[in-house]
């Protein structure tokens, strides 16, 4: 039995399911990840299939890679165990690249298939730069879970694409702390702090997304709105009446969150009304 498997159902998603056999946590090796190629080849070619998710069979997605596999890599190339390595870890990039093509034409990166990865917990290492090759990752909320790329802390970089793929979603500066400190990603709330007009409509606030709950928060007079996303991801509905108590939750822990980070605030005008404050 192989560590992947997948089936296709009748709208034509394939389902590749990452379990490997008698372990409690997901490892990769060189035949899964070969599996896993082979999988991504027949998505690709089929015209069968509209898209592709990636999840695992387990409570958590991936523990990371088998870290004999890297002392295979050495063992097997003789006396250039450095040229070993390179090529292994340019074989994992071309098989990452291809999740992230998934078919895309080289000229014009049009048309390709969307690949999607469910992790419905704890993801690390290579567990975390696969997710990070597809073109969504859904993260379930999940306490316990713990999100990261850890392999700073056994003297190494992620080599499969994390610590470029991560720093093109976070930025250099927030990725830093996750490439070189090893530190994880606990389930927590979210937080953004956007100060300023902007041309395409865009209004100054603050927002707290804490599992289904968002609420933003309007810098002008600090009107509040609140959305549950799992029911309503367009935010069409507010439910601030609804719901004033997780309002008033969720608008204090946003209020120490501005106070931790010494947010900025709009300033009033010359002569102008007083600016609002939280």
């Given at each position: ?14 389902v ?59 063992n ?5 165990p ?31 298939k ?39 802390m056994?003297?190494i ?26 530190k ?16 395409q ?8 997304r ?15 709105h609140l959305?549950?996303?799992?029911d309503d ?46």
């Open positions: 039995m192989t560590d992947f498997t997948m089936t296709t159902d009748a709208d034509g998603i394939a590749i399911t990452w379990d490997c056999v008698e372990k409690s946590m997901n490892v990769l090796n060189w035949d899964a990840l070969r599996t896993l190629d082979g999988f991504i080849d027949t998505v690709i070619a089929d015209e069968a299939v509209k898209g592709a998710i990636i999840t695992s069979g387990k409570k958590d997605f991936a523990a990371g890679m088998d870290l004999n596999v890297l002392a295979d890599l050495r097997a190339s003789g006396d250039n450095a040229q070993g390595m390179f090529d292994g870890v340019m074989q994992m990039h071309h098989i990452l690249r291809k999740i992230e093509r998934a078919g895309m034409d080289a000229k014009t990166n049009k048309g390709g969307p690949i999607v990865s469910v992790l419905p917990g704890t993801a690390l290492g290579i567990g975390l730069e696969i997710p990070l090759a597809t073109h969504r990752i859904f993260a379930a909320n999940n306490p316990k879970a713990k999100i990261g790329l850890p392999e700073i056994v003297g970089f992620p080599g499969a694409g994390g610590t470029t793929r991560l720093v093109r979603k976070l930025g250099a500066m927030a990725a830093f702390p996750y490439l070189l400190e090893g994880t990603l606990p389930s927590r709330s979210m937080f953004w702090h956007y100060p300023h007009y902007s041309n409509g865009g209004f100054p606030g603050g927002a707290i804490s599992g289904p709950w968002k609420a933003i928060e309007r810098y002008e007079d600090g009107t509040v959305y549950h996303l799992l991801p367009g935010e069409t509905h507010d439910l601030s009446s609804q719901h004033p108590e997780k309002l008033a939750s969720l608008r204090s822990e946003l209020h120490r969150w501005y106070r931790e980070v010494d947010a900025a605030f709009l300033q009033a005008k010359p002569n102008g009304p007083k600016a609002w404050r939280p």
